[in-house]
């Protein structure tokens, strides 16, 4: 089986003598099958994306599992994937924070509390939610912003996945971003929401199954967990192998955090902004079939969740032991030719896999890479068709030229993304704000959809001057601290906080300043009729009420089980 | 609805197609030593892991077959 690969696509793909690893022709045959199958779903999908509600919205038909695997997929990018792999070589078992308290929670409550507003009151975006509540100034504000992000994050995961591609199997550049972007505008464009969302599962399984294989051989090299942690703790200090117990001081952890940061800054505001009003993620449960599955498809995301840093997080935990040489930062592995912490999962799948599973980890990894980047273009082609275009520019069109418009902005938005990939290619330090950048805009939108769904004296007014005040403050801090280095112990109360506790911080505060202005401008101002709150405050009008069967049919009971395996792994992994 | 194929039925597909090469792949490596071969190569992992993704594809692929459309 070992068949040397066709001339013409090997001076496309592989320029051994610079790369790591080779693969030979069942790797690409491998390679190749996933992306014939992704591109015959998008044709197959096409006649079922004729009316804006099918294009955008997947006729609303997706079942829970549907919608709750593609929930988690779409936030499996290839930063996702690389980049938390590589800080878990790069921090340890902290990383893992990011999956767990980081995740699980802000799930759950997405599907108990949040989306019986978001579905009841059919809105077909986050913005289009604000619309309601607010207005159209927060919804102008939230679009726009969101719209900005979404491509510009796109492009980043894009340059991402290219540059490590390159770097362990040297395939060019350019190729590697084109034929992985023209294939997602092709099935996103063609089958829209429900192509997009039918890769994403198909697409998570492959990630599952290329990926699962290093974990697996990775602890059997290393002799089991309990010596993978000896072997750490001697080497690095067991600060690595501890979630909880080392947070009690910033200077304690090598990440630089402290506890509150984690539970108030990451639990609080940053994870529940992210799952609950990141349209990405949100608008695949908007497309499934009823409430109850819509309130199921978090919960069974959360699960699959929870299971993610066996994939991601060990075998970055795995690399601390095992690889022979040490991985650095990407400046340095720039200027020193040595490896990047941002390879380590690549790099361990070349260790462990030979012809045929390389292919399968390599399809892996550009699943992950495609599942985000059709995340990104379909969420983008939805709000700026439904909440910038139909919004503001063009209110009167017929469904069909707005159908139309979402296939026109897949495609656009696609295009701008690989300029974002060139740009940073270009300009690398972009990478380092951009993480920075979505928490600017995701913080203190959280508070504006929470105090809007959850209280309803908030008046439109008050949402849209929280907004842009909670905004406001998350540039002013980051300014601030990049201006002034010392003003971090202002901002992230203590000098020996590190990046990631910074960005913990400064969400927290711009989200506190969104809810006081909120408040405090809600109640100098004229709240809504209640009548114009009906499904979209809590306590104005009851929730529908659902007939479950069986009590083990209840989401509540499910959410329940969720969190209580949450505490245990906690505990567990203190 | 418009489409009687299920996405189960097309990851079972998949799961199968890649279950078989890889499985043949690691079959073929018994009699063809790797030069370079990886970490742990003595366990055969493409031949168990192949043969396992082959029979979940296989289940998947049968239980999900597309059914022909009403009227």
């Not at chain 1, 439904?386 to 696609?414: E, S």
């Not at chain 1, 201006?483 to 000098?495: E, F, G, T």
């Not at chain 2, 790797?34 to 049968?62: D, E, F, Q, R």
Request: proline fraction near 4%; include cysteine; charge should be neutral.
């Amino acid at each position: 089986m070992q068949l040397q690969p066709s001339v013409a696509l090997s001076t496309y793909l592989a320029t051994p003598a610079h790369s790591l690893a080779h693969l030979n022709a069942v790797d690409i045959a491998v390679i190749a099958i996933y992306f014939g199958m992704v591109i015959f779903i998008g044709f197959y999908l096409k006649g079922s994306a004729n009316t804006s509600e099918e294009f955008f919205m997947a006729g609303r038909e997706m079942t829970a599992w549907i919608a709750g695997l593609s929930f988690v997929s779409a936030n499996l990018g290839s930063l996702e994937l690389m980049g938390w792999a590589g800080s878990a070589y790069q921090y340890g078992i902290l990383a893992t924070h990011w999956y767990w308290i980081g995740a699980i929670p802000a799930m759950l409550f997405l599907g108990i509390i949040m989306m019986p507003f978001y579905y009841i009151s059919k809105v077909n975006s986050v913005p289009g939610y604000l619309h309601l509540r607010y207005g159209d100034g927060a919804r102008a504000l939230s679009a726009v912003s969101f719209a900005f992000m979404t491509v510009l994050m796109s492009g980043i995961n894009m340059y991402s996945m290219a540059l490590v591609m390159k770097v362990v199997l040297g395939w060019n550049l350019n190729f590697s971003i084109w034929v992985s972007s023209i294939t997602v505008a092709l099935y996103v464009g063609l089958g829209g929401l429900r192509s997009a969302i039918y890769n994403e599962v198909l697409q998570f399984l492959l990630i599952w199954l290329g990926a699962l294989l290093v974990p697996v051989l990775g602890l059997i090299d290393a002799g089991g967990w309990t010596n993978l942690k000896a072997q750490i703790g001697a080497r690095l200090g067991s600060e690595y192998v501890h979630m909880w117990s080392t947070t009690g001081h910033f200077s304690q952890n090598p990440m630089g955090i402290h506890w509150t940061g984690l539970v108030f800054g990451l639990a609080l505001v940053i994870s529940c902004g992210y799952w609950t009003t990141d349209f990405l993620v949100v608008q695949r449960v908007l497309s499934a079939n009823n409430l109850r599955s819509a309130r199921m498809a978090p919960i069974i995301g959360a699960a699959f969740k929870m299971a993610v840093p066996f994939i991601v997080i060990l075998p970055g935990l795995l690399a601390l032991a095992v690889l022979p040489y040490h991985l650095v930062g990407e400046s340095q592995a720039v200027a020193t030719g040595q490896h990047s912490y941002n390879e380590v999962l690549p790099l361990m799948l070349v260790r462990y896999c030979g012809p045929g599973l390389l292919g399968l980890g390599v399809t892996a990894l550009i699943a992950g890479f495609m599942s985000g980047m059709a995340g990104n273009v379909s969420a983008f082609s939805t709000v700026w068709t439904y909440d910038i275009y139909g919004a503001f520019l063009n209110k009167k069109a017929t469904d069909q030229h707005y159908v139309a418009m979402g296939r026109w902005c897949t495609f656009i938005g696609v295009l701008i993304s690989v300029g974002t990939a060139y740009l940073v290619q270009h300009a690398a330090s972009i990478m380092d704000y951009v993480q920075g950048l979505f928490s600017f805009f995701i913080a203190p939108l959280f508070g504006t959809v929470i105090l809007g769904m959850l209280w309803k004296r908030t008046t439109k007014a008050g949402g849209f001057w929280g907004l842009l005040a909670g905004t406001c403050t998350a540039i002013g801090l980051f300014l601030w601290v990049h201006l002034d280095p010392s003003a971090l112990r202002y901002v992230a109360l203590s000098a020996d906080a590190k990046t990631l506790a910074e960005d913990m911080y400064r969400a927290l505060w711009s989200w506190l300043v969104c809810v006081i202005v909120t408040v405090t401008v809600s109640y100098a101002t004229k709240p809504k009729p209640l009548s114009e709150l009906e499904g979209l405050v809590y306590g104005v009008v009851p929730l529908p009420v659902e007939h479950d069967d069986h009590w083990y049919q209840k989401p509540i009971v499910w959410a329940g089980i969720i969190a209580v395996l949450f505490v245990i792994l906690n505990i567990i992994f203190w | 609805m418009r489409e009687e194929i299920s996405i189960w039925f097309f990851g079972g597909v998949l799961f199968l197609i890649y279950g078989v090469i890889i499985c043949l792949e690691g079959l073929w490596e018994l009699s063809h030593p790797l030069v370079n071969p990886p970490v742990l190569n003595n366990l055969h992992a493409p031949i168990w892991w192949g043969a396992m993704m082959g029979v979940a594809g296989l289940g998947y692929t049968v239980k999900f077959w597309p059914k022909k459309s009403r009227g």
